[in-house]
C-alpha cells in the first residue's frame, strides 16, 4: 500500500520556521519524485517545490526561492522542506506528493497524494 504521511505543520509567527516531512513508503523511492503543494482557503493548488529523488534536482516555486529549501533521504525515504522566514500569506494546508519519473510542479501529473498538514503563519 502506498503511503505518504506528511507532518511538521503548525502555528508560527511571520518570520519564523517551519520543517515539513514527508514519509514514503509503499513504492521504489528512487523511482519517484517528490513535490510539496500547498492550497489556501478559496485557492487552487499550486505547486511549492519538488525533487527527483534519483538525482536530487529541485525546483521551486518563484514566491519561496531563497526561503524554502527542499531536500530527500533517501535512506529513510522521506523528503524535508524548510521553510524560513515565513510569510502569511504561506499558510495553507501543505501536501506532499510522489510522480514517476522526473520531477515537476505540475500537480495533474502526481500519482499518490498525502493527506495534508495545515500551516498557519500569523503575522
Known amino acids: 500500500e502506498v503511503q505518504l504521511v506528511e507532518s511538521g505543520g503548525g502555528l508560527v509567527q511571520a518570520g519564523g520556521s517551519l520543517r515539513l516531512s514527508c514519509a514514503a513508503s509503499?513504492?521504489?523511492?528512487?523511482?519517484?519524485?517528490i513535490g510539496w503543494f500547498r492550497q489556501a482557503p478559496g485557492k487552487e493548488r499550486e505547486g511549492v517545490s519538488c525533487?527527483?529523488?534519483?538525482?536530487?534536482?529541485?525546483y521551486y516555486k518563484n514566491s519561496v526561492k531563497g526561503r524554502f529549501t527542499i531536500s530527500s533521504d533517501n535512506a529513510k525515504n522521506t523528503v524535508y522542506l524548510q521553510m524560513n522566514s515565513l510569510k502569511p500569506e504561506d499558510t495553507a494546508v501543505y501536501y506532499c506528493?510522489?510522480?514517476?519519473?522526473?520531477?515537476?510542479?505540475?500537480?495533474?501529473?502526481?500519482?499518490?497524494w498525502g493527506q495534508g498538514t495545515q500551516v498557519t503563519v500569523s503575522s
Open positions: 525533487i527527483s529523488s534519483s538525482d536530487g534536482s529541485t
Open positions: 509503499g513504492f521504489t523511492f528512487d523511482d519517484y519524485a
Open positions: 506528493a510522489a510522480v514517476w519519473g522526473s520531477a515537476t510542479l505540475k500537480s495533474t501529473l502526481y500519482d499518490y
